[in-house]
């Protein structure tokens, strides 16, 4: 299983960004999709999640509003679109992917992504 994490960079406060994670080797349609953020010193924190059929997302309080996690099942591909950004959102980015569990902590998750790095400058 690989997941390739995408599309990180560097933005100004207030903009945006798009993520994009691509799964190989997965029953991507089955699985339980999620991204977790980890800044430096910090531990790595739940973002947002998203189960197999789309329905049901969880996002973590200081995204809500202006983070969007979704999916590509055709293309194996899940997305973070994040707009207003804001310097406190600055880490680097995991997507991550399980089957058969739903949860934002990050024992709930099987497979994980290399990171993609999110500066946002003030």
């Known amino acids: 299983v690989q997941l390739q994490a995408s599309g990180g960079g560097l933005v100004q406060a207030g903009g945006s960004l798009r993520l994009s994670c691509a799964a190989s080797?997965?029953?991507?349609?089955?699985?339980?999709i999620g991204w977790f953020c980890q800044a430096p010193g910090k531990e790595r924190e739940f973002v947002a999640g998203?189960?197999?059929?789309?329905?049901?997302?969880d996002y973590a309080d200081s995204v809500k509003g202006r983070f969007a996690i979704t999916r590509s099942d055709g293309k194996n591909t899940m997305y973070l679109q994040m707009d207003s950004l804001k310097p406190e959102d600055t880490a680097v980015y995991f997507c991550?992917?399980?089957?058969?569990?739903?949860?934002?902590?990050?024992?709930?998750?099987?497979?994980w992504g290399q990171g993609t790095q999110v500066t946002v400058s003030s």
């Open positions: 991550a992917a399980a089957q058969w569990s739903w949860g934002a902590r990050s024992t709930s998750y099987k497979y």
């Open positions: 080797g997965l029953a991507f349609s089955i699985s339980t």
């Open positions: 998203l189960s197999p059929s789309g329905g049901i997302t």
